[in-house]
Structures are given as C-alpha cells and as structure tokens.
C-alpha cells in the first residue's frame, strides 16, 4: 500500500490526505460520469453477474434436456428472450441453496427477484405438489410459450384408455382437470414473474441474455468441418457432450489421455471412443494459452481429447466418428490440425472446408 511504498519518505499526516483525495477524486469521476450516463456500481454489476450465472446453467440444462434446440441458440430465436428467465425462475427453485433459495434472507436474492418473492414463495410450494411428469410438461411450455392447456400429459393419455364404470372414468377426469389447473395456475405465475423483469429491467435483460448466448454458444457447421463416416466397430456410443461423472478423482497429470492428446507426437491413430473429461474444478487455465478463466471467459471442452480451453483455442469443429449424430462438435486447434492431417494420411472419407467458427 501507499505505507509500505513511500512510508520512508513521506510524513503519516501527508499520506493520510492523499488517500482522502484519491478517495474523493474517485467519487468526484463516478458522479460526473453518472450524470451523463448510466454508470453501474459494484454492487449491480455483481448482481448481474449471478443473475447471468443463473440463466446460463439454466440454459445449458434446457439444451440437455432438449428444452431448447442448438438451432435456437444459434438464431438467436426470440422465443428464447422469455423462455430463460422464465425457466430460471424454475431451475434457481429447484435447486437447494442456489440464487433462488427462499429459505435465506431476501438480501440474498439477486435484486431483479427481491420484489416477487411472495410470489416466488407461492410458485415453490405448488412445484412441490406436481410430479416429475408435470414438472416436465411445465418445463416444455415455459419453454416454448405453449398454454399447459392445449398439452397433453401422460396421465390424460393414461385416462383415455381407462376402463372402468362411468362415475370413475368421470372421477379420473376431473382430477386431470384439475391438475391441468395447477400447471395453468403456475404456468401464468412464473410468466408473470419473468416478465415483469424482462419489462421493469429490459436493458440490463438484454445484456445478461446476450452473455448467456455468448457462453453457450452453438457450434455452427460452416468451415472447417470433417466429415469421417461412423465405422460399425464402435460399441455403446455415448454423447461427448455430456459432462462426465464426478467419481472420477483423477487429476489432469494422472489421466492416461493415451496416444490422442493432442500435445502427443504420438498421435497415430483416429481415436474410436469418447475421451474422459478433465473435471472442471482441476483446470483454471486454458490448456492451449494459458489463459486464465473468469467469469464470462469460460472454459469449453475439446471434445476429441477432453481437455479444457477457451473459447479462442476451440474455434473449430468437427464431426467425429463416435458421435452420435453427424453434427459438428468443438474440438481444440491441436486436435484439429493433427487429425485433419491424420485423416488425409489414413485416407478417411472426409469432407472439409476452410475458416473458422466465430
């Protein structure tokens, strides 16, 4: 501090007023800048940084669960504008202590929800009422602007085929009816909610949905993309796009990555299974540039030798022949440059083209 650097050459009183007059000069700049612009403090760029955070894991679980499609992301669909604050208000529920947790204080809550949280409080104790048939249903209309009245659950497929005296095919009616009513009832809460933020907050919405696009960005098959056809030798094909199970304790220099990692000379066969991922919590750097991660720089995992890098060191794609489907999929610019010249070598069918993904 200014002690320690000029402590030897400046008296205590001198140095006391040059803090004070940083101090002030500082509040002088943010209220001058204020004034003629809106200037956010610490405190709301950190609530809208977790409120980020929140639509992001909310995002990459809707495309797991296939809530929301790769080509929405990539079109930027604006159905998508509702649907994620609207299903994070449903995903922060559900999740003990996450942003959403209404057992903490309300000063906790990220400010864009403080003043629902009567209505948050209602939304939780029906959620815990419905089934995971009806969270679903839910979850898909939220997802898609459907009304859950014109859906159609299993338990309605389950009462059309009933059999049964009149008075319990009408008793096992009315009490679909009646839960139709419930997801109704919740469907317009949570759209409420959301879009009340989405209009009480509409620019700093537009930019916490932009950062979630830009963090699950979709890898779009438009240049360098591989084609290698799939070979009937692979054997229970998993999706690499599906983070791999926590168990696995191992560290990034245990890991037997084999003769596929992209840093290897060794790297003379194409690779027919899935790698293991290095867990996220091992890598704070990007294995490529060593950047280090952050916040809205994040970490991206190559998806034909596992490892983690930014989003610049995995600009390409490829489609891989254990995949499940012949859709591109990210891979790191090592893997790319030496499988591409391994396929040519080995004479795989293939197709490419040049560029790169933005």
């Given at each position: 501090g200014i002690n320690a650097e000029y402590g030897a050459?400046?008296?205590?009183?001198?140095?006391?007023t040059l803090r004070w007059f940083d101090y002030n000069w500082a509040e002088f700049e943010f209220s001058y800048v204020s004034r003629m612009c809106p200037v956010?403090?610490?405190?709301?760029?950190?609530?809208?940084?977790v409120t980020t955070i929140l639509f992001s894991e909310t995002t990459a679980i809707a495309l797991k669960d296939q809530l929301i499609s790769d080509e929405q992301m990539g079109s930027y669909d604006p159905v998508l504008?509702?649907?994620?604050?609207?299903?994070?208000?449903?995903?922060?529920l559900e999740q003990e202590d996450g942003l959403l947790d209404?057992?903490?204080d309300p000063s906790c809550l990220p400010v864009y929800f403080r003043p629902h949280i009567s209505n948050l409080v209602g939304v939780k104790a029906s959620l815990n009422d419905l089934t995971s048939e009806e969270i679903r249903v839910l979850k898909h209309c939220l997802a898609s602007s459907l009304d859950p009245l014109q859906t159609e659950t299993e338990r309605e497929r389950e009462t059309e085929t009933e059999t049964g005296t009149d008075e319990e095919v009408r008793d096992s009616k009315r009490v679909v009816a009646q839960r139709r009513e419930v997801l109704q009832s919740l469907y317009v809460s949570v759209s409420s909610i959301?879009?009340?933020?989405?209009?009480n907050h509409a620019k700093d919405l537009r930019q916490m949905l932009q950062h979630t696009f830009k963090m699950n960005q979709t890898i779009e098959p438009s240049h360098n993309i591989i084609m290698v056809d799939k070979t009937d030798e692979i054997r229970q094909?998993?999706?690499?796009?599906?983070e791999p199970s926590t168990s696995d304790h191992s560290t990034s220099e245990e890991r037997d990555l084999g003769p596929y990692y992209c840093d290897d000379d060794n790297f003379t066969q194409i690779r027919q299974e899935p790698p293991t991922w290095v867990p996220d919590n091992e890598v704070t750097q990007c294995s490529s540039c060593k950047?280090?991660?952050?916040?809205?720089?994040?970490?991206?995992?190559?998806?034909?030798?596992?490892?983690?890098?930014?989003q610049s060191c995995t600009g390409k794609s490829a489609v891989l022949n254990f995949t499940k489907t012949r859709s591109p999929v990210r891979v790191c610019d090592g893997c790319y440059t030496q499988y591409t010249t391994l396929v040519a070598a080995q004479g795989e069918p293939s197709s490419s083209s040049t560029g790169s993904l933005s």
């Open positions: 050459c400046y008296p205590e009183d001198l140095i006391d956010k403090n610490t405190e709301e760029l950190y609530q809208q940084h504008m509702l649907a994620i604050p609207r299903l994070s208000i449903l995903y922060g209404l057992n903490k959301a879009d009340q933020m989405i209009t094909i998993t999706s690499t796009c599906v950047e280090t991660f952050t916040m809205l720089k994040r970490k991206h995992h190559c998806r034909y030798c596992g490892n983690i890098f930014c």
